[in-house]
Nanobody
C-alpha cells in the first residue's frame, strides 16, 4: 500500500511557475506508475500528466504540453510536477495518484490518491 501527500500549491500570477511534489510512503514506490490530475470547481477531474515506474515514459494533456514537466526520484519516493507559464485556467486542486501497471490517462486506473493541493493562478 502507498500513501501520497502533495505539497507546493499556492497562489501565483499568470506566467509564473510552481513545483508540486508528491511524497510517498510505503514499500515499492519505484514499482508504481504515477499520474497527476486536477479538478476545478464545477468541473470533472481531468488528466494532467503521467509517468511510468522507471521515469522513462511520460504523457501530457494537450492543454499543458510544453508548459508542465512530470518527473520522479524513486530513491526519495517523490514525484514532481513542474508547472511553468501558468494560466488562470490552470486553477484547480491538483492530485497525485499511483498504481502498479496503471500508466494511464484515466483516473479510475489509479488505486492510491493524495489529498490534493490547491493551485490558484491570478490574471
Amino acid at each position: 500500500q502507498v500513501q501520497l501527500v502533495e505539497s507546493g500549491g499556492g497562489l501565483v500570477q499568470a506566467g509564473g511557475s510552481l513545483r508540486l511534489a508528491c511524497a510517498a510512503s510505503g514499500r515499492s514506490f519505484s514499482a508504481y506508475d504515477m499520474g497527476w490530475f486536477r479538478q476545478a470547481p464545477g468541473k470533472e477531474r481531468e488528466f494532467v500528466a503521467a509517468i511510468n515506474w522507471g521515469g522513462g515514459t511520460t504523457s501530457y494533456a494537450d492543454s499543458v504540453k510544453g508548459r508542465f514537466t512530470i518527473s520522479r526520484e524513486n530513491a526519495k519516493k517523490t514525484g514532481y510536477l513542474q508547472m511553468n507559464s501558468l494560466k488562470p485556467e490552470d486553477t484547480a486542486v491538483y492530485y497525485c495518484a499511483a498504481a502498479r501497471g496503471a500508466y494511464s490517462r484515466t483516473w479510475y486506473a489509479y488505486d492510491y490518491w493524495g489529498q490534493g493541493t490547491q493551485v490558484t493562478v491570478s490574471s
